[in-house]
């Protein structure tokens, strides 16, 4: 239903061109709307040098520009705007003095726990990937059982909610038309490059094929959090899997 509502929120998550040969240097992104390249604030970077180096290597890849969406979770990371704020303008100024000409802004990647509902009824702003987009994601351990709630609170909001890395919740594994019905609530979905890489498993990168393949997938992103995942996006191997994976199209064009 929510589908059918929100179609003119929706877009075409690949180019109209056809394929192109591979070509060892091709990444899918140029602008990253998922990573955890702030520093000091949540799981990804610890200081700003460290931050530095990691948008180096976005750079090397191909990355123009992120959206760094450092977690806010309940019990974990309370962030806020302020926080993330803060974050930002330190990341910015750094790479202002070290004439690095890369564009980093910030939003926050929401667990959908108590602490968001509170966060959301109460009429705070929330931080967005662009317009009314919100980046989010579920629990790990649990699957939710009242994700119908979910979607439509945020979307009486007036939000969009965008999925973090569904392919990751193992839950769904053994139901791929889960994914089908995550959309169908309202859900963009947003996969992980490492997924499509086997970072975090067979089971998950299958999943991800899936999420792609059907075209469910919205948005992908790095979910950077340190040297070794930028290691791992730039080996020869995961270069060709990420090539026939979206066939050899670019995504996250409408950023």
């Known amino acids: 239903m929510f589908s059918e509502l929100y179609k003119p929120y929706m877009f075409n998550l690949f180019s109209s061109k056809p394929a192109t040969p591979?070509?060892?240097?091709?990444?899918?992104?140029?602008?990253?709307?998922?990573?955890?390249?702030?520093?000091?604030?949540?799981?990804?970077?610890?200081?700003?040098?460290?931050?530095?180096?990691?948008?180096?290597?976005?750079?090397?890849?191909?990355?123009?520009?992120?959206?760094?969406?450092?977690?806010?979770?309940?019990?974990?990371?309370?962030?806020?705007p302020a926080t993330i704020g803060a974050a930002l303008l330190q990341l910015q100024q750094a790479l202002a003095e070290q004439n690095i000409n890369f564009g980093v802004t910030a939003a926050a990647e929401y667990m959908l726990d108590t602490n968001f509902f509170e966060i959301l009824q109460s009429g705070q702003k929330l931080l967005t990937i662009k317009e009314n987009h919100v980046l989010t994601e579920f629990s790990y351990a649990v699957m939710p059982e009242n994700r119908e709630?979910?979607?439509?609170?945020?979307?009486?909001?007036?939000?969009?909610?965008?999925?973090?890395?569904?392919?990751?919740?193992?839950?769904?594994?053994?139901?791929?038309?889960?994914?089908?019905?995550?959309?169908?609530?309202?859900?963009?979905?947003?996969?992980?490059?490492?997924?499509?890489?086997?970072?975090?498993?067979?089971?998950?990168?299958?999943?991800?094929?899936?999420?792609?393949?059907?075209?469910?997938?919205?948005?992908?992103?790095?979910?950077l959090h340190h040297e070794r995942h930028l290691q791992i996006l730039t080996d020869k191997t995961s270069i060709k899997k990420l090539a026939i994976a979206f066939d050899s199209g670019m995504v996250n064009e409408w950023l």
């Not at 990804?44 to 180096?53: R, Y």
């Open 149 to 223: 709630q979910m979607a439509f609170l945020m979307i009486n909001e007036g939000y969009t909610p965008i999925l973090a890395h569904p392919e990751r919740y193992s839950y769904y594994h053994n139901n791929y038309n889960q994914y089908h019905a995550l959309a169908d609530l309202g859900f963009k979905l947003q996969v992980n490059l490492l997924s499509i890489c086997g970072h975090y498993g067979k089971e998950t990168e299958r999943a991800a094929q899936f999420i792609v393949k059907q075209g469910l997938a919205s948005f992908a992103g790095t979910d």
């Open 22 to 80: 591979f070509l060892p240097n091709y990444f899918p992104i140029a602008v990253d709307m998922h990573s955890h390249i702030l520093p000091g604030i949540d799981d990804g970077s610890p200081d700003t040098t460290t931050s530095v180096q990691l948008i180096k290597g976005l750079m090397a890849l191909g990355i123009t520009r992120s959206i760094a969406t450092p977690h806010i979770i309940g019990d974990m990371y309370r962030n806020t």
